[in-house]
């Protein structure tokens, strides 16, 4: 069983940034692609950054030149970087492996940009 643990959600200024981070159970973790999801109120849950095994990363329009997703695979964790927050980022960030045709997700963490 796959376990997702993400921290570092919060509240946040205009402007300002937060790095998330997820924590992955299991094994072999570095052989997996890591995605980062969000959902804000009312509106469907849209992927935000997702990172190859290779480390090859992927963005959202919305997220290209604020946020940057990483992993270090020692620690079994998949970071997201976001800088330059706006209102519209608020939303639960979950993150996200498919690992053996099965979909795995956190819990999620709140962001909330507010001023």
């Known amino acids: 069983q796959v376990q997702l643990v993400e921290s570092g959600g919060g509240l946040v200024q205009p402007g300002g940034s937060l790095r998330l981070s997820c924590a992955s159970s299991?094994?072999?973790?570095?052989?997996?692609?890591m995605n980062w999801y969000r959902q804000a109120p009312g509106k469907q849950r849209e992927l935000v950054a997702g990172i190859s095994s290779l480390g090859i990363a992927n963005y959202a329009d919305f997220a290209k030149g604020r946020f940057t997703i990483s992993r270090d695979n020692a620690k079994n964790t998949v970071y997201l970087q976001m800088n330059t927050l706006k209102f519209e980022d608020t939303a639960v960030y979950y993150c996200?492996?498919?690992?053996?045709?099965?979909?795995?997700w956190g819990q999620g963490t709140q962001v909330t940009v507010s001023s």
């Open positions: 996200h492996s498919r690992r053996g045709g099965s979909d795995y």
């Open positions: 299991g094994s072999r973790f570095s052989i997996y692609s």
